[in-house]
Each structure stands twice: as C-alpha cells, then as structure tokens.
C-alpha cells in the first residue's frame, strides 16, 4: 500500500478548508466586475449592494411610515414642552425688537403690558395647533417617497471596501470557525476515503 495514501485525509481536509476560504472571499471580492469568458465575477455584496440598499431603505420607510409610535412622540406635549424655551425667545425677539423695528411707530401705541398679552395668545395658540401641525407634517412625510430615496441613496454611497471591514469585524470570528468546521468535516471524509480504500486493498 502506498504511504501517499497517508496523506488523504490532510489533502481532503486541507480542499475543504479552501473551499470555504474562497467562498468567504467571494462575498466581498472581487469588488469591481471581471469579464472572463462571457461569464461577470464579482463579490456577493458588491454586485448586491444597489439592490440590498433599495429593499432595506424600503423596509425602513414602510417601518417608519407605519409606526404609530413616532407620530404619538413628535405630537406629544412632552415634544413641544421641551421646545418651548426656544420658542418663547423667538415670540419674544419677535415682539420686543423685530416687531418695533419693522414698524417703529408701534412702539408708540402698545406698551408692554399689550406685548406680554400677546405673548401669551401666541403661546397658547401654538400649544393648540402643534399637535394638528406636526400631525400634517409627518402625513406629508409619510405619502412621499423621499425617505426611501435618501436612504437608499446614502447606503449606495457608502463604499464597498468599508461594507467589507464591516463584513469582516463582525463575522471574521464566525468565518474562522465555519473555516476551522470544514477543515475538520474534510479531515473525517478524507479518513473515511482513507478506510474505504484499504478496505477495497485488502
């Protein structure tokens, strides 16, 4: 019997282990296409990544157009009780120095007893159309398609290389192991061939 058969198990698990190597590698290269042959080569993600980048920024503006939670925060008291300071120093920039400079003479005829009243009209009208406001606001929102377009645009935009460290960091522990699995399973099969081989020898 040929001592080269000694060596079956380690070439078949070493096959294996390249196999699941090169697999690995095509998820993410090559990067740019290879015409070779009439056949188009390139990496899993790469050539997915357009049509990966439209079906998720779909899910997220269907997610985002259909939850309920969001329109209940951004129309909540909470949200406008939390702007009011600003907005109150706007009415009062408005009143106190923008109003008189853009009609002086009214400086004349309202003191400031009328301003603070009708800073307080203000302020309680806002508090009674910010619910309704911001409500129409994110209908708007919801009935175009911009979101969609702006995020499928930005997750486009983000280069492959860095989809591919992404790729990398996070599963490149999972990938040895998967790796380390095949290895292992080669080595069995390559015993098994091994035994089957002798036993036909004998």
């Known amino acids: 019997m040929s001592p080269l058969l000694f060596i079956l198990p380690v070439s078949t698990a070493i096959g294996c282990w390249l196999i699941c190597k090169l697999c690995i590698w095509f998820l993410y290269k090559p990067v740019q296409p290879i015409h070779f042959l009439g056949f188009t080569i390139q990496g899993i993600i790469p050539g997915m990544q357009q049509q990966m980048a439209t079906q998720l920024a779909h ?37 106190h120095i923008k109003l008189k400079e853009a009609i002086p003479v009214i400086s004349m005829f309202v003191g400031d007893s009328i301003l603070t ?37 930005r997750l486009i935009a983000i280069p492959t290389e860095d989809i591919s460290n992404w790729v990398q960091q996070q599963f490149g522990r999972h990938f040895n192991k998967l790796a380390l699995l095949f290895f292992t399973g080669g080595l069995v099969l390559g015993f098994i061939e091994y035994l089957f081989v002798v036993a036909l020898a004998v």
């Not at 009243?117 to 203000?122: E, K, N, T």
């Not at 309680?124 to 979101?147: G, R, S, Y």
């Open 59 to 95: 899910t997220i503006a269907t997610a985002f157009n259909n939850s309920p939670i969001l329109q209940k925060k951004l129309t909540s008291p909470q949200t406008l009780e939390k702007a009011m300071p600003l907005i109150e120093k706007h009415i009062d920039d408005f009143l």
């Open 117 to 153: 009243q009708l800073r307080a009209l203000f302020l309680e009208e806002l508090k009674t159309l910010f619910p309704t406001v911001m409500a129409a606001f994110i209908e708007n929102i919801q009935q175009q398609h911009d979101i969609e377009a702006e995020i499928a645009g």
